[in-house]
């Protein structure tokens, strides 16, 4: 079975340019989540969504950030304007229903580099 | 706020040289622990899922165990193979549902 799939893996940019990341969840799979990723602050949490829904996005740092998921197969998360203390790892996660106990499956990550 | 300490952050064995991480949280209202290995270059792969306190799991070399304030991963004659960044996560109660993560212990397991 494919895992969630990401893309692109690396994206070298720009400060003040837009920034999508794209997502594919598993299969099946009804809640998705966007977790950031850096040395400092290892992986947080930014936001998530079950069957399609945003239930929680109070880890979405700023307004610049937004996310939407228009179906149950794919999902977004867009910088505008981008900034140099952007740059991390942004990994996408889906979890299967029934028990919110189900472990997140991770995607492999989008690398983000902000000059 | 939920806390979720890892230690120790770098753990250099020999192969075949048994260890334990740890996990130490402070949750309110802990549904469940969840243990993930990380590759360089990779997401998060899931290992574990512990809900009580005085359970145990098992998986090839690695056993994890769960307290009240604490999990540890106990690694039984690791081979080189098994080196990886190590990461503790905590689902807590309160109607949030994404999981709060600790940084991590980065294994190297030398031949």
């Known amino acids: 079975d494919a895992g969630v799939i990401q893309s692109p893996r690396h994206e070298v940019t720009e400060m003040g340019q837009e920034v999508t990341l794209r997502c594919k969840p598993i299969s099946g799979h009804n809640s998705l989540f966007w977790y950031r990723q850096t040395m400092m602050r290892g992986l947080e949490l930014l936001i998530y969504?079950?069957?399609?829904?945003?239930?929680?996005d109070s880890g979405m740092p700023e307004d610049r950030f937004s996310a939407k998921m228009p179906n149950a197969s794919f999902s977004t998360l867009k910088i505008q304007p981008s900034e140099p203390r952007d740059s991390a790892v942004y990994f996408c996660a889906s979890r299967a229903g029934g028990t919110n106990n189900q472990p997140q499956h991770f995607g492999d990550g989008t690398r983000l580099s902000i000059l | 706020e939920d806390q979720v300490t890892q230690s120790p952050e770098a753990l250099r064995l020999q192969e075949g040289e048994s260890s334990s991480l740890n996990c130490s949280y402070t949750v309110s209202g802990l549904r469940g622990l969840f243990w993930y290995r990380q590759d360089p270059g990779k997401g998060p792969e899931f290992l574990f899922t512990?809900?009580?306190a005085g359970e145990e799991k098992e998986k090839e070399r690695l056993k994890a165990t769960l307290t009240k304030k604490e999990s540890f991963l106990h690694i039984t004659a690791p081979k080189p193979e098994d080196s990886a960044t190590y990461l503790c996560a905590v689902h807590a109660g309160g109607g949030a549902d994404g999981l709060t993560f600790g940084k991590g212990t980065h294994l190297i397991i030398q031949p």
């Open positions: 969504f079950n069957n399609n829904v945003p239930i929680d």
């Open positions: 512990l809900y009580s």
